[in-house]
């Protein structure tokens, strides 16, 4: 008798979207109980509803609501904001993750994957070389070597020689150094320990143990895959590797520059030779390094549990011995050395931006040649979306390099002009945000005129869309603007394609030009015309302040957006998209919330299914906005069996917007389209008011079973009879408030059976899915 009324119990699986929320506004009862979980993520139901298994009878033609709360993995403490200092990693992360759909070319895939975990490897090299920039240039050679500066420094009294040479036990130069590098050694340190500790809290999170048959799996997406959430042995690998590769940058910022005047005539035979033999390590050393990043790329196919640690525990330990015996080195005492000019960083800065600009490049044909495999019209900025992107992680990384170098720089010096400065190639890279910034000025006023003109299409057609109301010019045009600016996403791909190549461009005039006149930009320019001249100064000048103000406004917003939840929805949705995908490029990236939130969502519908296994196990998984991602991505991990008996029902939702467009080998029409026949029903809901939810757009006669046509909003243009005060204009939020929302979900529910699902009509041959990409794997 239990089993023959369990079938009427149903239970709808809530996930929220950006922003987080709270499980008393999510069930709509300020009495909710925790039933599964702890303090970061966690499932809720109403109390009354706690025991409702035991009490099937009253929830006869009615679901059990629960909440799925997650909104503590991507926000909190307003110290986190701290993570925003990473975000070129982040950057660089996305970018491997933005490869086209591609058919048949799995060395193409694999090769893509390499070239971004350089990327991300120089990305590391860069940061670390920034810190050995300010610790060890503009502090302990610079400032600590000049009179001037050192008097207004009173805490680098005992580092400071005076005009003839002299000074305490640190005052030469190389101890000075060695003393230095701690600071940038212990940043490497601290990089290191925040991995680490997500690693254990977000890589090590166990999916399903029981894996469906592989002959199942034939149109699976990646993230299907049994180990694409669980990226362990890869970002421990990585781990170790960059965490080596930035103890050999402060190495060799400290060795090479005690090795350069041990090599000059009259120096110490011993010193000379041990110099050369320390440079010879260190060159092993960082191509040991590239080939560890280089050997293996992630295994998604399997659960790959192994560890290769020997290799995590010894590369650190072996280039932090190196780092030690470096500063030895350098601290041996050489009593003629004088410190003068710059430490020799141009070289260094100049080869990281080479490096970067032709593995960028690399990265456009290897993208371009996937792109052409398997074409799609609505792929962002034709399959250049990954190198776009990794263009500005890299042009990221050089302006907070740039920018911290500057303001350091201008901070000891003061009025003085003592000191040199920051390598050239820094200002020169400074300097060119002006020009950039004009770029983005013009895009951004055509985007307003391109707004301004949909706007008045959008009044044009507003009799349309509500006809016999009295019109109000007032309402008209607020409604309209707010569909017009809400188009703006889909205008993002020019943005930052455009962006980026003027970004590649200056970054490649501002190398020639700091190579070829080994000035700074000011200097360079005089003897040309007062134009070019005063132009080339107030860069210069704008620059370096544009920098400043720029990185404490970041960091300044960053810290809001943790904090204020009104905030966190506005931008939200970038760092939530960031943070969704694994860490498979950069593991000091920030973590990815996913690989604790997909396994969640998938052991708690799999064992509600199993608990009523008998019976078929109704289940609906209701996602808004990312929550529609996580629980896309959730039902992509069920065994196929039980993902038939899940109905999926999104709202305000970025699967096809963002994802489909920006992710096309994970998210693309191909991986929609099997998720659609995969499970039992899904429907989609979005408004022309949503910034970022939209349609499916799925081909065929897929994309009606999907999308409902375009809700409205405001649900009334005047006051009417049910709306007697005026209806708010709703936007990315509060969907459930639509009457569709409670209809949509009634008519899956109804859809729903026990055991045997309803009859799905047939797809059309053009949309269905090719087998999923290869998983980046190299070796």
């Known amino acids: 008798m239990e089993r023959a009324t369990q079938d009427e119990t149903a239970l709808e699986l809530l996930v929220h979207g950006v922003g987080g929320t709270t499980p008393e506004e999510m069930l709509g009862d300020p009495r909710t109980v925790r039933i599964s979980g702890d303090d970061t993520a966690a499932v809720f139901r109403r109390t009354e509803d706690a025991d409702a298994e035991q009490r099937p009878d009253d929830y006869r033609g009615k679901p059990v609501p629960e909440a799925y709360v997650w909104c503590n993995l991507t926000s909190g403490n307003g110290s986190r904001a701290l993570w925003l200092l990473l975000l070129p990693f982040m950057v660089v992360n996305i970018a491997h993750w933005m490869r086209p759909t591609s058919r048949h070319r799995k060395r193409l895939v694999r090769t893509y994957g390499l070239l971004v975990r350089l990327v991300g490897l120089t990305l590391t090299v860069l940061l670390v070389a920034a810190a050995c920039e300010i610790a060890l240039d503009l502090t302990a050679w610079q400032c600590a070597g000049t009179p001037a500066c050192a008097d207004d420094r009173a805490w680098l009294g005992f580092l400071a020689a005076d005009a003839d040479g002299h ?29 680490h500790r997500t690693w254990s809290a977000y890589e090590s999170q166990q999916p399903l143990p029981d894996r469906p048959d592989p002959e199942e799996e034939t149109s699976r997406t990646a993230l299907g895959r049994p180990g694409f959430w669980y990226g362990r042995r890869l970002v421990a690998r990585l781990r170790a590797a960059h965490t080596a590769a930035g103890l050999l940058t402060v190495a060799g910022a400290v060795g090479t520059s005690a090795a350069r005047h041990d090599r000059r005539p009259g120096g110490s035979a011993l010193l000379d030779t041990l110099g ?17 990043v280089c050997r293996r790329g992630r295994s998604e196919n399997r659960l790959d549990r192994k560890l290769d640690k ?77 190198p776009a992107v990794a263009m500005l992680s890299c042009a990221l990384g050089g302006v907070m390099t740039g920018g911290g170098a500057q303001r350091v720089a201008d901070w000891l010096d003061g009025a003085h002009g003592s000191i040199a400065g920051p390598a050239l190639v820094l200002t020169w890279q400074a300097s060119v945000i002006p020009p950039l910034l004009v770029v983005v000025a013009v895009l951004c006023g055509w985007f ?55 970004t590649l461009l200056l970054g490649a005039g501002a190398l020639t030009g700091a190579w070829m006149t080994e000035e700074v930009p000011g200097q360079a320019a005089q003897g040309t015309p007062d134009a070019m001249e005063g132009a080339a100064e107030t860069a210069q000048a704008l620059g370096s302040w544009l920098i400043g103000f720029g990185f404490i406004l970041f960091v300044t917003w960053g810290r809001r957006a943790y904090k204020d939840a009104s905030a966190r929805r506005t931008i939200g949705i970038l760092w939530d998209v960031g943070t969704f995908w694994p860490r498979a490029a950069h593991p000091f990236a920030p973590p ?38 996580l629980a896309a991505a959730a039902a992509w991990q069920l065994r196929p069996s039980v993902r038939r008996r899940v109905a999926l029902l999104t709202y305000g939702s970025p699967l096809e917007r963002l994802y489909g467009r920006w992710f096309p080998a994970h998210f693309g029409p191909a991986a ?28 065929g006669a897929c994309g009606p079973q999907v999308d409902r046509a375009a809700l409205k909003d405001p649900l009334a243009y005047g006051r009417t009879q049910e709306h007697p005060l005026p209806a708010p204009i709703l936007g990315h939020g509060d969907y459930q408030a639509d009457p569709a929302f409670a209809e949509e979900r009634a008519r899956l529910l109804a859809r729903l059976r026990p055991a045997v699902p309803a009859p799905r009509p047939e797809v059309p041959d053009e949309v269905t899915p090719a087998p999923a990409d290869p998983p980046d794997t190299a070796g």
């Open 167 to 195: 000074g305490g036990w640190w005052s030469q130069p190389g101890r000075r150094l060695a003393l230095a590098a701690l600071l940038p050694a212990a940043l490497t340190g601290l990089l290191w320990y925040l991995s």
């Open 276 to 292: 050369w033999a320390l440079d010879s390590t260190l060159v092993l050393g960082g191509a040991f390094v590239v080939w560890v």
């Open 310 to 386: 020997t290799l995590v525990r010894w590369l650190p330990l072996g280039a932090l011995v190196l780092l030690a015996l470096a500063l030895v080195y350098a601290a041996w005492s050489r009593p003629g050395w004088r410190s003068e000019g710059r430490l020799p960083g141009d070289a260094t800065f100049g080869g990281i931006t080479l490096v970067q600009g032709v593995l960028v490049l690399g990265l456009a044909v290897v993208a371009h040649l996937l792109y052409r495999s398997s074409p799609d019209a609505r792929t962002a900025i034709r399959g250049f979306g990954g």
């Open 448 to 502: 307003g005129v391109q707004t301004v003109r949909r706007k008045r299409r959008e009044m044009a057609r507003m009799p349309l869309d509500y006809p016999e109301e009295r019109k109000d010019s007032t309402r008209t045009r607020r409604i309209a603007g707010t569909r017009a600016r809400a188009a703006l996403t889909d205008r993002a791909p020019l943005l930052v394609g455009i962006v980026s190549a003027v």
């Open 592 to 629: 990815c919330y996913a690989e604790r939130a997909v396994p969640d969502l998938t052991w708690r519908m799999a064992t509600w299914t199993r608990a009523t296994s008998a019976t078929g196990g109704r289940l609906v998984l209701s996602g808004h906005s990312q929550g529609s991602v």
């Open 672 to 699: 929609l389209t099997s998720l659609h026949r995969e499970v039992d029903c899904w429907r989609n809901l979005y408004r022309t008011t949503d910034p970022i939810g939209g349609p499916i757009n799925l081909r």
